[in-house]
C-alpha cells in the first residue's frame, strides 16, 4: 500500500441508508475513494487518498456522529491486498513454477520460480497474453479451449537465443456453471527433473565390502563389526563427516546381508524440499495436487519392500516427516500422500548423517524417539586424518581409476608425496581427497608427480597446519656495532637454523617438521646436514644415513 493511502474499519449496527450518510460524509470532506469491501461482522472497509491529521480528526467525528457507526480502526491492507500476498507468498514457497491463466490467455498468476524457468519476471509476465512469452502451440493453450487437462508434458524450445526445457502439467479452471474461465499450470525445469532423478534412483552397483580400501587396524574392526550386524534386520546409523563413505558402507552392508537379491533405494534427504520429499518416501494417490501421476505413484518404502532403504542426511528431515517415518517404524504400514489405505511394508532402514543428532534432540530439532529407533546399531566412520595408515592404498585406487578416466598410463605418486598426503587433514576426506588428484592429473603431463608439483597444482600446502613456535619466543641474531655487516645470505642462514632447532625441538621428525614449515622431508633432511643438526635421541624419526 501507498504511503498515500489510508485504510480505515467502519463497524455498524447495520440499518437502512447508513451506506449513503457514510458516502456523504466522505464527500463533505472532498475524500476521493480508491477502494471499497464489505466484511462478514456488518462492517466496511474503505481505502481513501492521506488527509492530514486535522482532516482526519474532523472526519472522524462526522462518522461518529451517522446512527450505528460503533467502531473506526486504521488497518494496513484492504482484506483483498491481504489475499493477494498471502498467494503470493504461498506460490513462491513452492518448489514448481505455478502459472495460471485466465480465459483470454493473460497471465493472473505465476511465482518467482515459473518465471525464472520461461526467463521472464512476475512484473513483465502479470497481466501479458502468454503466446507474448512463449509460443502459441503450448498445452495451456489447448486446455484454455478444450478443457481437458494434460499430465507431465515435456517441452523444449529456443525463443530470442533462450532455451526452455521444462515439464509441464495442467487442469482447467472452471466456474460454478463449468464454463472454462482459465486454466492453470506447474512447470518443473528439466535440470531439476534430472538431479532428482539421479538423487532417488536405484543406482545398480554391486557394492561390497571389499570394494572399501583400508589397511588400518580401525577399519577393519568398523567393517568386521558392519559385517557381523549386516545379518540381522536391525535399523544402522552410520555416522561420519562428509566423504567419509557412508553410503558405500550402506551398500556393502545390504550386499552383506539376507536381502542381497532385494532393492536397495537411496535418497538424499537434504536434496528435496519436504513436499517433494514427502511425496518420494510415502507416494502419492491420484489427483492429489496438480500434475500427479494417473493412478497414483509408489513411493521409495514400496519400492524398496523387502530390501534396503538408505536414508543418507537424516539430520535434516523436517519434524512432519520425522512423525510420518518414526510411525511407520513402529507400524510397519505406510499411507500414501492424500490416500486412506494402510500399505504394509517390510523394508530395512540405513541412515547416515554428519550431523550431531544428539544436540539437535536437546535444541527440539530432532524427535528423540525417531533417534532410538533409528540408532539401534551405531556405526561410526573415522576420517582420514584419524587413519593415514589408509591413505597410500586409497591414493593408488584413487589414481588407477582418475588415469583410467583421463587415459593416462603409468602416472604414480613420489613416496615424499603420499607422506605428505598422509599428514593433511582431508576436511573433505576421501571425496576431498580423490577430486584433488583429478585436478593434479589434469594437469601434469609427467608419469612421476613430484611433492614440488602437487603442491603447486593441488592448491593445498600447509592446509590446515599452523606453526606450534611459542609466539613469544623471539629469533635474537646478534648484529655487529660498526659497518662489517656479514653477508645477507650468513644472516638468512642463521635465522633458518635457529627456526629449525625449536620445530626439531618440540617435533622430533623430520616429516613433522617439514609439514610444520611447508617444506618437504628432504628440504629439512638437507637443511639439517649443511647445518650441522644431528638426531638428539633414539626418538627422531630421521633417515640417518641422509643427513
Known amino acids: 500500500m501507498s504511503k498515500k493511502e489510508l485504510v480505515v474499519l467502519i463497524e455498524f449496527i447495520d440499518r437502512f441508508g447508513l451506506g449513503y450518510e457514510v ?15 464489505a466484511t462478514a461482522n456488518k462492517g466496511m472497509m474503505l481505502k481513501f487518498e492521506d488527509i492530514s491529521k486535522v482532516e482526519i480528526e474532523a472526519l472522524l467525528q462526522d462518522l461518529y456522529k451517522i446512527t450505528g457507526v ?3 480502526v486504521f488497518k494496513e491492507q484492504m482484506p483483498y491486498e491481504q489475499r493477494e500476498n498471502q498467494l ?45 512469452i512463449l509460443l502459441s502451440n503450448i498445452p495451456i493453450l489447448d486446455t484454455l479451449s478444450t478443457g481437458k487437462g494434460y499430465e507431465l508434458k515435456e517441452i523444449k524450445m529456443k525463443i530470442n ?9 495442467g487442469s482447467p479452471i472452471l466456474g460454478e456453471s463449468g464454463q472454462i474461465i482459465g486454466a492453470v499450470a506447474t512447470i518443473k525445469d528439466y535440470r531439476q527433473v534430472e538431479e532428482i532423478i539421479s538423487k532417488v534412483k536405484n543406482r545398480n552397483k554391486l557394492t561390497t565390502f571389499t570394494d572399501i580400501i583400508f589397511q588400518s587396524n580401525k577399519m577393519k574392526r568398523i567393517i568386521d563389526t558392519a559385517k557381523t550386524v549386516a545379518k540381522s534386520d536391525s535399523s544402522v546409523m552410520l555416522r561420519g563427516e562428509s566423504g567419509t563413505g557412508k553410503e558405500l558402507f550402506a551398500r556393502a552392508i545390504h550386499m552383506e546381508s539376507n536381502r542381497m537379491n532385494k532393492p536397495f533405494i537411496a535418497i538424499n534427504c537434504a536434496a528435496l524440499p519436504e513436499s517433494l520429499l514427502e511425496s518420494e518416501l510415502f507416494g502419492y494417490e491420484e489427483g492429489t495436487f496438480t500434475g500427479a501421476v494417473k493412478g497414483g505413484k509408489k513411493g521409495l518404502f514400496e519400492q524398496a519392500n523387502e530390501g534396503t532403504l538408505f536414508l543418507d542426511e537424516i539430520g535434516e528431515i523436517s519434524q512432519q516427516i520425522q512423525v510420518r517415518l518414526l510411525r511407520v517404524l513402529q507400524e510397519n504400514f505406510i499411507r500414501r500422500v492424500g490416500g486412506s489405505r494402510e500399505i504394509p511394508i517390510n523394508v530395512r532402514i540405513i541412515t547416515a548423517t554428519h550431523r550431531n543428532l544428539e544436540e539437535l534432540i ?3 530439532q530432532f524427535r528423540e524417539d525417531l533417534y532410538y529407533r533409528l540408532n539401534v546399531i551405531p556405526i561410526t566412520i573415522p576420517p582420514l586424518r584419524e587413519r593415514p595408515e589408509d591413505i597410500p592404498l586409497i591414493t593408488q585406487h584413487l589414481i588407477r581409476k582418475i588415469s583410467k578416466k583421463l587415459n593416462k598410463e603409468n602416472v604414480y605418486l613420489s613416496l615424499e608425496t603420499i607422506s605428505y598426503l598422509q599428514n593433511q587433514p ?47 619466543e623471539a629469533i635474537v641474531i646478534p648484529v655487529p656495532l660498526d659497518s662489517n655487516w656479514p653477508p645477507l645470505k650468513e644472516i638468512v642462514a642463521k635465522v633458518e637454523k635457529q627456526v629449525l632447532l625449536k620445530v626439531l625441538k618440540k617435533h622430533k621428525s623430520s616429516r613433522k617438521a617439514g609439514n610444520i614449515l611447508g617444506v618437504s622431508n628432504t628440504t629439512i633432511l638437507n637443511k639439517m646436514k649443511s647445518f650441522g643438526i644431528k638426531p638428539q635421541n633414539s626418538e627422531t624419526e630421521f633417515y640417518l644415513e641422509d643427513i
Open 23 to 37: 458516502f456523504e460524509a466522505l464527500k463533505n470532506h472532498r475524500i476521493n475513494i480508491l477502494g471499497m469491501e
Open 362 to 364: 536437546d535444541k527440539g
Open 70 to 72: 460503533t467502531s473506526i
Open 88 to 132: 503470493k507468498t504461498i506460490l513462491n514457497l513452492s518448489s514448481e513454477g505455478i502459472l495460471a491463466v485466465n480465459k483470454s490467455g493473460e497471465i493472473t498468476h505465476i511465482n518467482e520460480v515459473a518465471a525464472r524457468v520461461i526467463h521472464t519476471t512476475v512484473e513483465k509476465a502479470v497481466g501479458n497474453k502468454i503466446q507474448n
Open 426 to 472: 582431508w576436511p573433505g576426506n576421501v571425496r576431498q581427497l580423490e577430486n584433488t588428484l583429478e585436478r593434479v592429473l589434469n594437469l601434469i603431463g609427467q608419469e612421476e608427480i613430484t611433492l614440488q608439483s602437487f603442491q603447486y597444482w593441488a592448491g593445498i600446502q600447509g592446509y590446515g597446519v599452523k606453526s606450534q613456535m611459542p609466539e613469544n
Open 161 to 169: 537465443g533462450n532455451t526452455f526445457h521444462y515439464l509441464t502439467s
